[in-house]
């Protein structure tokens, strides 16, 4: 099973990777520069060895036995802890970008070099989580986009960003959505007595229904985490469901930010 099938030798460390992104920008006739995301932005993983014989061998074997599927790569040493130091680990579902090529350096010495690029929409071992210290970037509520009906923008001081989209949540249906590439997200809102339900969707995939409802208003935090995504170019969706926690005196819901892992 390629998911549990570990790449078996340790690279030289650093790993130098390169950002293969899938931004795409169109120029107008007016000179206004258009962006947007056509594919999942992946890297390609840049391995070199020092091997023996025997792990030239191993190398060999594992080239022939995957150079048409994908396996895991795990990097031990990502990135590091900025509390601790302790090392921060990360996987990946990789495949080989083209063959390894070796020199011998000297007897019983071999230099290798491999390229393993992201493999999009397979399964990964073990998905990455900001909470364990892998990165993620926001999506403001300017980065995404209305589907239907009326959000309305304005400033809002316990929001992510300082600002918000709200929809009055008074007829099912009306959509807002941010489009990104990535793996998983986590979806940020302020909470507070007035304030509604929405339906949560990673489109087309309904996940569930997420209630902003608090006793107290609350500053923006996450409600609602889904990890498990695997690398792709995903649509999350909220939509008004004209519902509200019995204790809530308001059923309006807002859109405001969306954490993005990578």
Not at 57 to 69: M, N, P, V
Not at 136 to 144: K, V
Not at 190 to 209: I, K, Q
């Amino acid at each position: 099973m390629p998911v549990t099938d570990i790449f078996p030798l340790t690279p030289m460390y650093p790993i130098e990777r390169q950002a293969l992104t899938g931004l795409v920008q169109d120029e107008a006739e007016s000179g206004r520069v258009h962006s947007r995301l056509k594919r999942a932005p992946r890297r390609l993983h840049h391995l070199a060895f020092q091997l023996t014989p025997d792990q030239k061998q191993i190398l060999e074997r594992w080239y022939d036995a995957f150079q048409t599927s994908w396996f895991t790569l795990l990097d031990p040493v990502f990135g590091k802890d900025p509390s601790t130091g302790a090392a921060i680990e990360r996987y990946f579902s990789v495949r080989f970008s083209s063959a390894p090529t070796y020199r011998l350096k000297r007897f019983n010495l071999w230099e290798a070099d491999c390229v393993l690029a992201d493999v999009v929409g397979v399964a990964l071992l073990q998905y990455p989580d900001p909470d364990a210290g892998h990165l993620s970037t926001f999506q403001e509520e300017s980065d995404g986009f209305v589907g239907s009906g009326t959000w309305s923008q304005a400033s809002e001081a316990t929001a992510h960003g300082g600002a918000e989209k709200s929809n009055a949540n008074t007829v099912y249906g009306n959509e807002f959505a941010w489009v990104y590439g990535g793996h998983g997200f986590r979806l940020w809102s302020r909470t507070g007595p007035n304030l509604g339900m929405l339906e949560l969707y990673l489109s087309p995939t309904l996940l569930g229904v997420v209630d902003l409802y608090a006793a107290a208003a609350t500053a923006a935090k996450v409600v609602y985490t889904k990890l498990d995504v695997p690398l792709g170019l995903h649509r999350v969706v909220l939509l008004s469901r004209n519902e509200k926690n019995a204790s809530s005196s308001g059923l309006t819901i807002v859109a405001d930010a969306l954490e993005v892992i990578g």
